[in-house]
């Protein structure tokens, strides 16, 4: 937060590595697609090809399909012990570990995410996710049931089959691990299909499942697009579930494919418009730096992101300047240099949708504080962008932007906030700033939403279930909850002795 305001994005830094893994991956092995279509993956830095990237089709997701049945119901993965599945989602996780600078190198580049923040925070935490689940494989137990009448009951917990797992280019590698982990615990078998705009790490993550001894079939990895690939794996009649992050317009399409094909469970983590509300006893500066961190973390390409920030009137003029004076020591630059705050946006559809929202607020009349143009000359850069005096009915207040947008809007009262920040079709997230226990108790209890931080923002921890309220999805990740959606829950009666049924 030291550093000097970048008016310009820094030069970029070429020190990706090889590229080794551009296929598809089926059945424990690499190929290429039916089809043989390949796509491009692009460096958000430089608008440039990183690589060219084997395009998955309906075709190739019936082979891992067919690949990932197989060793559901005739393989060894669901029918090893629990400690077996442990010993080698341990192993992935070392290895993991042990590969961490070029994972970090190559999501950087094709994320634009921070290499300072993928080393110590998102390859760390995914390492960690596979061994909390691993560590959790081997405890799923049963109930023994105390029936009503003379019957003997207990129930029994079964992995569910073939899941097929979309992921979107936000978090690459925490999605993988946050969907992959719990389902390969739990004895399922995966079909995972990356975005189309992170393709690498996954293909890097099956090259480490397959190192670390997870039988062929158990993990595929394909690669593509969302209206083709991903909508095979939706509709597939063989596939028993699908877990998907992203937006709320492709997971209502995503619970139309499930629906219309053999009813597969679903699990949706999706969009949110997020309120931040701050309280006139919260600390000023304690409460500027929570603003920017949560509107502006990995470039606001954050579902949780703090997209609007209810300030109480008493305080709303002085917030409102320190921010803008924070914003000036945020530095906007290349993701491998170790001062960025903030890298390039993913691609060039996001970084046009973000400016086009920027536009929005200018002509509703919202006051622009700080920001809202382009920086650099080339790559997606967008300066952090400050807007005040926003109503709810404004574009930039309702719609998801998805980028480093904060907008700042006044309160009255608790009330008036409770009802302002509860009417949006989203419920994912929500932040109170206040030293009030009873404030703080109060608005946890009033807003609707799946996750309430109290004086924090991006408090994720493995332990602490995940989702949304509303258009914001359903299931949970994280915690004892990831686990059992990936189980089935299976009732065994038999009669008592001299029971009438015998």
Not at 118 to 134: F, H, S, V
Not at 437 to 457: D, F, K, Q, Y
Request: aromatic share 8%; net charge negative; proline share 5%.
């Amino acid at each position: 937060m030291a550093a000097e305001t970048n008016g310009n994005a820094k030069a970029t830094i070429n020190n990706i590595p090889q590229i080794k893994f551009t296929k598809l991956f089926i059945n424990g092995d690499f190929v290429d697609s039916v089809s043989g279509k390949t796509f491009e993956t692009i460096d958000p830095r430089s608008e440039q090809v990183l690589a060219t990237i084997a395009e998955g089709d309906k075709e190739d997701v019936d082979l891992a399909v067919k690949a990932a049945r197989d060793a559901f119901d005739h393989g060894s993965w669901p029918r090893f012990p629990g400690l077996v599945r442990r010993k080698i989602l341990m192993k992935f996780a070392d290895l993991v570990e042990e590969n961490i600078d070029e994972l970090a190198a190559l999501e950087a580049a094709d994320a634009g995410k921070l290499v300072s923040f993928l080393k110590n925070i998102d390859l760390p935490a995914g390492a960690e996710t596979l061994r909390y689940y691993a560590g959790a494989g081997d405890k799923i137990h049963g109930e023994t049931l105390k029936m009503s009448r003379e019957l003997q009951g207990y129930t029994l917990y079964e992995p569910i089959g073939v899941v097929g797992i979309i992921i979107p280019w936000n978090y690459p590698s925490n999605m993988f691990f946050i969907k992959v982990a719990p389902a390969l615990a739990s004895g399922c078998t995966v079909i995972v299909k990356p975005a189309e705009q992170t393709p690498l790490t996954a293909l890097f993550y099956a090259h480490l499942a397959k190192k670390a001894g997870i039988p062929d079939g158990v993990i595929n990895v394909i690669t593509g697009y969302g209206s083709t690939a991903g909508a095979a794996i939706a509709s597939h009649m063989d596939i028993d579930k699908v877990t998907f992050t992203g937006s709320t317009e492709v997971g209502r399409l995503i619970m139309q494919a499930a629906a219309t094909s053999n009813l597969k469970q679903v699990s949706l983590e999706l969009g949110g418009k997020n309120p931040m509300i701050v309280f006139p006893d919260a600390d000023i500066d304690m409460a500027a730096t929570l603003v920017l961190q949560g509107s502006l973390w990995n470039k606001g390409e954050v579902c949780v992101a703090s997209s609007r920030i209810f300030v109480q009137e008493g305080i709303y003029d002085e917030l409102a300047n320190k921010l803008v004076e924070k914003a000036k020591t945020w530095v906007v630059g290349d993701p491998f240099d170790p001062q960025t705050l903030q890298g390039p946006q993913i691609d060039k559809a996001q970084y046009n949708k973000i400016l086009s929202y920027i536009e929005h607020g200018k002509r509703e009349g919202a006051t622009l504080l700080s920001g809202g143009k382009p920086c650099g000359e080339k790559g997606y850069y967008i300066e952090p962008t400050i807007f005040s005096n926003v109503k709810d009915d404004m574009i930039i207040a309702k719609e998801e932007i998805f980028g480093p947008v904060i907008s700042l809007m006044k309160f009255r009262t608790i009330e008036e906030v409770i009802k302002r920040a509860n009417s949006t079709k989203y419920g994912l997230a929500a932040e109170i700033i206040t030293k009030d226990l009873n404030t703080a108790n109060t608005m946890s209890r009033s807003i609707r939403a799946g996750v309430i931080w109290i004086n924090c923002v991006m408090a994720f921890d493995i332990d602490c279930p995940y989702g949304g309220y509303k258009m914001s999805g359903f299931g949970r990740d994280f915690g004892m909850n990831a686990l059992y959606q990936y189980l089935q829950v299976k009732s065994v009666v038999t009669p008592l002795y001299n029971s009438p049924w015998l």
